[in-house]
Structures are given as C-alpha cells and as structure tokens.
C-alpha cells in the first residue's frame, strides 16, 4: 500500500510538472521570460542573493539600486523561502541569469497545484475531483493574473497551510504543531507579504469555523489537553517569521508605503460589470480584472451544498462558500462595502492597496469548491438529487447563453455534463470511468487555458547584455559616483535596463519602484524633473536617457545622456554644518550645485555639538567600497562633517580610526559623520541591531520545526496515534 501511495505520488507530481511546462512552453521553445515585475525587480533582487552568497556576505544592504535601501528588511525578496535557495544555488553554480526568477516562478506554481491536490484529495478522497480543484486554483483567473509577481507566491502555500490547520485542529501534537509552523513559514517567506496576508485572512476564518463547529467547552479541552503543543505551535512560527517581518518596522514607515489612507485601500476594485466574466471570459481587453474559474468552481459548490452527508459537511461547506463570497466583496472596493468595513475595524485591512486582488481569496475557496463538487457529483445520489444537479447545470447555461453565447458556452456545457455523467458510471467498465475522468480534468484544462490565453501570453525576450557603451561610459559608478536612468520602457527598462545595476554592480539613483523604497529617494528624483542638478548632490554623475538635461553638460559618448562634471564624490568634508528641516534641505540642495554648498544639512538627529570651523569643502579618498561596507580616507585642517554619499538608515553603524561614532542624516539623503582635525579612516558598516540574533532563532527554529516534523521518537508517534484516533482523514481513491 506504501509502494502504490508512493508512486501514485510520483505520478501526480510528474503531471504537474508537465503541465507547467506546458504552460510556460514559450519558455521553454523560444527563449522568453516572465515579463515585468519578475525581469523589472524580482530576477535582481535573486540575482543580488546569489551574488552576495557567492562573496560570503549576507544580503541585508543593496547599494545598487534606489540610491541604496534595507534589502534584508524587503518582505518581497524571498530571501528566507526555500524555493529562493533552490535557486540561489544553482545560480550559484551555473551563473545568475534571468533564467532564476523562471525557475522560481515554475517551481513555485509546481508546488502550488500539487499543494491543492493533497488538501483536496485528503478532504475528498477522490484524486479527480483533487486535479479538477488544483487545476482550477493555479489557472483559474484570480490568481492566474498574477504570475509574474511575488504577490502570487504566498498563496501557492495556502493549501498546505490549510492542510495542516485542519491537522491541527483535528488533534494538537508537536509533530502537527511542526508541520503548522513550516506551512505557515513557507506562506509568510515565498513573496508580498500582501499574498501572505491573504493567506492569513483565509486560515483565520477557517480556524475560527472549526472553533465554533467544536464548541467552547470543547476547544478548552483540547488546547489544556495539548498545551504544549499549541505553544510549540506559536513558538515555532514566530522563531521562523520574525527575521523577515522585524525589520520592516524600520524599513516601512521611511518607505512609500508609510501613508495609508482609505482611498489607498479601496483604489482598484472591481467594477460590477466585471463579475459577469464569472460566466463568461474575457469580455473586454482588461484582463487583469477577469474573475472567470470555470463552472465546476461555482456549480461544483452548490452540488457539494446539495449533496452534503450530514449537518457538519454542509456547514463546513457553508464556510467556504461565505469565504468565496467574501473575496467577491472585498474585491469589489468601495462598490463591496465590506473592505471600507473592515479597514475601520479588522486590523491588517489598512496595509494593502489595489482591492480587486482579494479575488484570490475568491479564487482559492472557489477552487476548492469545485473539487468538492466534481467529488459529491461523482457519488451515488438519488433521482431527485440528480435533477437538482440538472436544474444547477442548466441555470449556468442560461446564464452564459445571457451574457455572451459563444464557443466557451459549449465547452463549459460539455464540462458540467461529463462531470454529472461519472456519477452514473458505477456500473460501467473501469476504462470507461477513466476515460470520463481523463476527459473531465482535459476539458477543464482547455477551458481555463483558452480562458487565461492573454495571460500567459504576457511574456518578453530574454534579457540581452546590456549596451556595452552605455557600461563603458558610467563605469565609475561602481564605487565612487552613481547614475539615473530617465527613458524607462517598461518592461525592459531605459538605456540601462533595471537589472543592470545589479549585473554589473552599479550605483544607480533611479531605479524599480520596490516598495521599501525610501521615500526621500523618490522625493528626490521627482524634483529632479525641474531641478535636474539636484541628482548631483547625491553622486549621481550621469543622466542617461537625455530626457533630464541641466545646462552646460557635456554628453556621454556612445550613449544617449550626459555628464555632470560637478557631482558630489564618495565623501567630502565641511567646516561646518547647520540644522534645517528636511523640506528646506531639499529646497536649498535643489536651488545650488555640489562646488557652491559650503556646508553640510543636518538635521534633528545630529549631534549637539556640531563644528564650526572655517575651510573650503574637502573631498574623501575612497579605501574600499562593497554593499554595507564602505571606508573613505579624509584630511580636514580642523573639525569638520563629512558627508558620505550613501543614503541614510538607522542601522548604520560609524566608526573613526576603528572607534565607533555617530552616524546621522545629512544633505537630506546621505549619512553624516563628525570628524576630528587631522587624517582619519571612516568606515561606514551595515549593522541592523540584533539581526544576528533574529538570524540564529530562524536556524533554530528551522532545526527544530523540522525534527519534530520528520523526527521518529516514541513520545511524537504516540501523541499522533492518539490524535489520529479522534479523526483519521480519508485515503483518496485512484
């Protein structure tokens, strides 16, 4: 029985994997790529994690891109995800091309179906019924929109989470407790943590049926009965969630996500025209708002309701139904109602933008419905349950013959009908249920395909080396000047592509809007557009693109741009500083140029006593510069401030002549340092305050999660023996 568990296993994770190859044979036969996001920002930040392995140095400060930012607190990055070492270490092996971020993207839907295959064949026992739901879940509309993104990445561990939620709750031991905080940490570590709050939002509500199904009297019992397993459960998912999500408390409110307001979260919802393409695809060009899952998805949910053994099924399945209702509103907006509801009152509605992807939490419940359905339609069932089966199959019908007759009208018909025909097959010959089986999961493949064709369409050329001229030209940008690209095409980026900072190791101002991104930095390159100059003070010394053109620069040769001969260095020394608002800093860096500021702009977090010398700004030697790690010589011939061009975090850490210091803002983006007179060596080292202890609990809790998990010690198999005896799942059928 093993053996024939095993291969069958081995069988379903090989069709899955064929079936992404044939998603993505553009891929595979004519050397594209995911386009946007993934070539734009996800593929660097990869290839910014392979690079930094490769040195022996961890990933926490990307000097590359944005004027430099904390990419060890970017909750995107993936940096803690298990695929994200996968991939980490073949690049590391075979080069970090864009061919990673593929992988990634591959692997990831991989494990997303066959995530939802486990879930449903263990609710259904029915390996069908798990097909039709896994195929419905990854190229249902919802999510399919998303296939490019990190935003898409956390839900692709939602069934597991669920999975091992109902594990739990069937029967707390430590084992199961492991098991809940690994499935919890693969949603939490994959991708936006915006995904994984949607994860969170689905586990909530499903936790809290099951809660109030049991009673209180009982949930007591069980929690005093498996205390220790409970706190092994929330000790585990903290040890493995906190050295991704403690360091944005920092990171974020200096960020462009620090203000939130109502309109930020109900921008982008779904108009009420689109929730016709519940029927009927595709029935106009924004395919971003397409909400279409097939038939079987809302159908299936009814017959499940219809066909329901005994009160607690129906009312499990009343739960995921409300939960696929819920996404529908929320991913109404404003329209809904409930998301301006729930952003007064349920906590972690405030952080997110663009309402019409809570869809997914629409598309998740609905694609488990519809392999509770195609399971229901498929047992033996009286003559009145089959015309109520009918009588839902013919209201759909009617209602795509309403919206748009077409082609797919015909093809969900021949859905419905093969999937309400197995039900009638328990006499025929095995070759003939197959066959009806194998024709069912095909037909729901073609329709979601045929339905979701312009989205996986989307996809660009691999990414070529970029203009050799262009690197030639701005070749001092690697350590002691930056760049700014202003002729961005999106999706490839301008005349240097996005990724070419990170491929090349360049210090780019500009750059992909990551939504860490400090928001001084973006403030800045937004006045750049009427003060050209003001990129200057922040060591850019070469406008690519030709769009921004200050008077009197000379031009780049090779390359469409120009070149700011005054452009501040690594690091320049003044006689003095004074303290002013951030917003007057900013006026007075745009109204002048580097060779005319005389002195540093410092602001509240400066020290007290500040110098007040008399001498001519000084420039910096640069001794060595790599990310989070920079030393710069000066001679001043008294006390003074230097400004060191690289921009501002509270995490850097100063020292002078190897005695520490403080670092404080300056020039309104980069990082002060008060300087005795006389030759002195000052290294600048990104140091975030008790990230190394962050980083020690998430190997503990890794080791730990994982021997409880595959341990085989008496004391777990006993307390699973006796959790299995409350409730053993059911064996899917073949």
Request: aromatic share 10%.
């Amino acid at each position: 029985m093993r053996d024939r568990r095993r291969l069958t296993a081995c069988a379903i994770a090989l069709g899955y994997a064929l079936l992404v190859c044939a998603l993505w044979w553009r891929v595979l036969l004519r050397g594209q790529i995911c386009a946007y996001d993934c070539v734009l920002e996800y593929w660097p930040d990869l290839r910014f994690q392979i690079d930094s392995i490769r040195h022996g140095a961890l990933p926490a400060w990307c000097p590359w891109s944005l004027g430099g930012y904390p990419f060890y607190a970017d909750l995107q990055s993936g940096l803690y995800a298990p695929v994200n070492w996968v991939c980490i270490a073949l690049g590391a092996l075979f080069g970090g091309g864009a061919w990673t971020i593929q992988l990634k993207v591959m692997l990831t839907m991989w494990i997303g179906l066959g995530g939802m295959h486990a879930l449903v064949a263990r609710r259904s026992g029915s390996h069908v019924a798990a097909a039709i739901a896994a195929v419905t879940f990854v190229l249902g509309s919802p999510l399919l929109v998303h296939k490019n993104g990190a935003f898409l990445w956390p839900l692709m561990y939602l069934p597991l989470a669920v999975l091992a939620t109902s594990a739990f709750a069937a029967g707390p031991t430590l084992r199961r407790a492991a098991w809940l905080a690994l499935a919890i940490w693969l949603c939490g570590s994959a991708g936006h943590p915006q995904g994984f709050f949607y994860d969170l939002v689905v586990v909530a509500i499903y936790t809290t049926s099951r809660a109030i199904a049991a009673g209180p009297r009982a949930v007591a019992t069980a929690v005093a009965r498996s205390y220790l397993a409970c706190l092994a459960a929330i000790a585990l998912v903290a040890a493995l969630l906190l050295v991704i999500y403690e360091p944005s408390i920092d990171a974020v409110p200096l960020s462009q996500r620090a203000e939130r307001g109502l309109g930020y979260v109900l921008d982008g919802g779904l108009p009420a025209a689109a929730l016709r393409e519940l029927v009927v695809p595709n029935l106009d060009t924004n395919w971003q708002l397409d909400i279409y899952v097939g038939p079987l998805a809302l159908v299936g949910a009814v017959w499940a309701l219809v066909l329901a053994r005994g009160r607690a099924a129906r009312a499990e399945l009343a739960v995921w139904t409300g939960i696929a209702v819920l996404g529908v509103l929320l991913a109404l907006g404003r329209a809904g109602g409930v998301l301006a509801l729930c952003y007064r009152f349920v906590p972690g509605f405030t952080l997110f933008r663009i309402a019409y992807r809570h869809k997914v939490i629409f598309g998740f419940a609905a694609a488990l419905l519809a392999g509770e359905g195609v399971a229901a339609a498929a047992r033996s069932r009286t003559r009145r349950q089959t015309i109520a089966l009918v009588a839902i199959a013919g209201a759909w019908i009617a209602a795509t013959l309403v919206v748009n007759a077409s082609v797919q009208t015909a093809i969900e018909l021949a859905i419905l009908a093969v999937a309400m025909a197995r039900g009638a097959m328990t006499s025929a010959p095995v070759i003939v249920r197959r066959l009806a089986c194998g024709a069912l999961i095909a037909l729901v493949i073609f329709d979601l395909w045929r339905a979701g064709s312009e989205k996986l369409a989307i996809l660009q050329a691999y990414p070529s080396e970029p203009n050799a001229a262009a690197l030639a030209a701005v070749a001092p940008a690697r350590d002691r000047f930056r760049y700014h690209v202003d002729d961005v095409e999106l999706p490839v980026g301008g005349a240097l592509p996005y990724a070419a900072a990170y491929t090349h190791e360049l210090r780019e101002l500009s750059g992909y809007g990551n939504p860490i991104a400090s928001q001084r930095s973006l403030e800045v390159e937004a006045r750049a557009r009427t003060a050209p100059r003001v990129l200057a003070h922040f060591g850019v010394r070469y406008l690519l693109g030709g769009h921004l053109r200050p008077p009197e620069v000379a031009p780049l040769v090779g390359v469409r741009g120009f070149e700011l001969a005054d452009a501040a260095p690594i690091a320049r020394g003044y006689a003095r500083a004074e303290r002013v608002a951030p917003t007057t800093a900013l006026d007075r860096l745009a109204a002048t140029t580097p060779a005319n500021l005389d002195v540093a702009l410092v602001e509240a977090d400066a020290p007290r006593d500040l110098p007040a010398s008399a001498f001519a700004p000084i420039d910096g030697e640069l001794v060595a510069y790599a990310p989070g790690d920079v030393r710069v010589r000066v001679t001043l011939p008294a006390p003074g401030v230097v400004v060191i061009d690289e921009a501002w975090y509270p995490a850097w850490r100063a020292t002078i002549d190897g005695a520490p210091t403080a670092a404080f803002r300056a020039n309104y983006l980069s990082i002060g340092v008060v300087v005795p007179a006389g030759t002195h060596e000052i290294a600048l080292a990104f140091a975030p305050a008790g990230y190394h202890a962050l980083l020690a609990l998430f190997a503990l809790g890794v080791a730990c999660a994982l021997a409880f998990a595959f341990g085989r010690w008496r004391w777990l198999d006993r307390g699973d023996e006796r959790a299995d005896d409350r409730g053993s799942p059911r064996e899917p059928a073949p």
